[in-house]
């Protein structure tokens, strides 16, 4: 029940998908024209954050740390 | 006339006497504020006597953007179809020139019609649909098909039966095939023939148009008035003989194309005014008296205003009070085109003058047709005697046009007759009843369900906004689908993002084929996503008649 549910929602999304973006319009090849254009416009912006999100992330973290760590430092020696 | 002398001193003193009687003082304005006893619920209390509601609702703001990706989408792929067009990747469908003339000038030019070659033509299978019955409130669709994208139809020969008609300006339901409903027009028929074949001043003035025009004249309670075959050309052609150069013409923003037509063709200078916004016609008034004409500053000849008494694509209403009341103080002429308004609004059926509890007196030329109410075709344009003389003489329409024929002028007797009341029955009243329920349960439901609704509350107009551009295709074939044929609006009618769908109501129509059709509209809604009001009112409207103020945003 859940499954068919879930199946139909899907249905009903794909198809405001296709009347907002005019593809309902559209004749079958510039269906296919469309949709491979924009899968593989997600498909490279899926890729793009996969390779470079995590390595931007790490450095990223690492630069608070050091700003962080070095404020430490520095609030320990004026106490001192 | 436009006499700025006047209107400096005569009129300023008659103006500062009126502030003191304010009991008296409905046509009073300052600074466009009546200064007029308050009642209940009602602003411009002595103005109006009933509510004036109108529901001109902004979706949200997802939906505009989703509106322009629509379009550009279908833009980029407009240009893709033509670039394979023009480099022979894709056969030509359209007007091209041949090949010995593509040195000269172009005859056709590409590019003014890129939306239609683009982008109406994907969806042109939902309008022109050919009806083999009378448009009453159902009717018998030929099905067509396209093999090739709707660049060209053939007919499979099967007709669709019975479709629930929510297209046709049927208000009063005198479209109809009834035989004892159609017998004088039978006799008439018989008696005198189709053709006229001549022009009203020539040898085409018959019996039944003398009688016609004097029960027009009874049924608005005018003096004279004169009828002319077609609607369209009563404005295009009457409008051109009452003003000229010199003459200044203020134009509501949605006038009908009539109206813009015959103003265009009279050569006076055109001002436009905001729809229905008082505010802006005052100052456009006030400007033009005090200005007078651009470069002689000389005062107008004339000042005509042209309003119409329901605009058929909004489904407003004009706010006629509060028009003759700054008329009367600037002393302009007022024009008021009752085409969709005739029989649909008033207690008895005569329109907007009665809808607002006004005499006809003060609208100096009242015009209307009988295309929507009266299940006839013609136009007719009423006031004083005056008028309609100079009209008979001078009007294009009286010189050159043919006539208006006699069956159908038969039929506009016995149509208003019927609606008077001088054919015994009182099934005429019944019929103007029957609408107002009609009209008020139709809004009442679509606004409950969810829907935005555009217009006045009494209007049997109904525009109902589908905003993009992939949504009017699927609205108008699903709902062909479910047996029910309705009229879609989109770009040149209406401003670009805010495509429609109208529904007529008629008085032909039952409790059970409204339902059926506000039904399909629930699911369709829903399927369709359509539901963006975001002030429905709840399904127990009872708990919220009486406590009503209305609060217009």
Redesign the interface.
Known sequence: MDIKSMKNYLY?LY??F??????????PW?KLL?YTFNITMLVMVLYTAYIFVSVHISTAFQFFLHLFGNQHENTVSVVK | MANPSAVCNGHLHHHHQKQNNLLKSGICKKNGITKGIKKNGISNGTLYKKKFVEHFEQAPMYVAVFTFLGFGVGTIFGYLRDFMRAWGLEKRNVATEREQQKDFVPLYQDFENFYTRNLYMRIRDNWNRPICSVPGPQFDLMERVTDDYNWTFRFTGRIIKNVINMGSYNYLGFAETDVNALKTVTIELQKYGTGICSTRQEMGTLDKHVELEKLVATFLGVEDAMVFGMGFATNSMNIPALVGKGCLILSDELNHTSLVLGARLSGATIRIFKHNNIQSLEKLLRDAIIYGQPRSRRAWRKIIILVEGIYSMEGSIVRLPEIVSLKKKYKAYLYLDEAHSIGAVGATGRGVVEYFGMSPDDVDVLMGTFTKSFGAAGGYIAGKKDLVDFLRTHSHSAVYATSMCPPVAEQIIRAMKCVMGLDGTTQGLQRVRQLGKNTRYFRRRLHEMGFIIYGNDDSPVVPLLLYMPGKIGAFARRMLEKNIGVVVVGFPATPITESRARFCVSAAHTREMLDTVLNALDELGDFLHLKYSRYSKSSHPELYEETRLELED
């Open positions: 009903w198809c405001q296709e009347l907002i973006t005019c593809s309902y319009l559209m004749e510039e469309f």
